[in-house]
């Protein structure tokens, strides 16, 4: 007689749990670093997670890395940082998941705390492609 054992159903991948698993968050800790509610993470986590969140958790691992905290940014820093990248606001937009309304909005008033550690994340990427 053949033995059955139940295993367990694998997940598919999903970058931002991934990224989440890598870093050693929890769900709520990562919604706590990012400023987000923990149902924007369990969402993603459910389906497929927004551009800026697995280049956030990039950042992130970056700043926990030099044992650095996310800090606000100004529009003027975000600005700055984006064009230092080389990005106009149309291609941010584009790689974080916005529309280029919402980067040009940000850069007038402030972005989302997530931007920082999601500009940290796209400087390593232009360094390794």
């Avoid at 870093?23 to 986590?45: H, N």
């Amino acid at each position: 007689m053949k033995k059955t054992t139940k295993s367990k159903k694998q997940r598919p991948f999903n970058a931002l749990r991934d990224a989440r698993n890598k870093l050693g968050l929890s769900q709520i800790e990562l919604a706590e670093k990012l400023d987000v509610a923990r149902t924007t993470i369990i969402t993603a986590e459910q389906d497929t997670p927004r551009p800026w969140m697995t280049i956030a958790c990039l950042g992130l691992g970056s700043l926990m890395f030099v044992d650095e905290g996310v800090k606000p940014l100004t529009g003027d820093r975000f600005a700055s940082h984006r064009e230092r990248l080389g990005y106009t606001p149309a291609v941010l937009a584009t790689k974080l998941g916005f529309a280029e309304s919402t980067i040009n909005t940000w850069e007038r008033t402030a972005p989302p705390a997530w931007a920082h550690p999601a500009m940290i994340g796209l400087t390593v990427l232009s360094l390794v492609s």
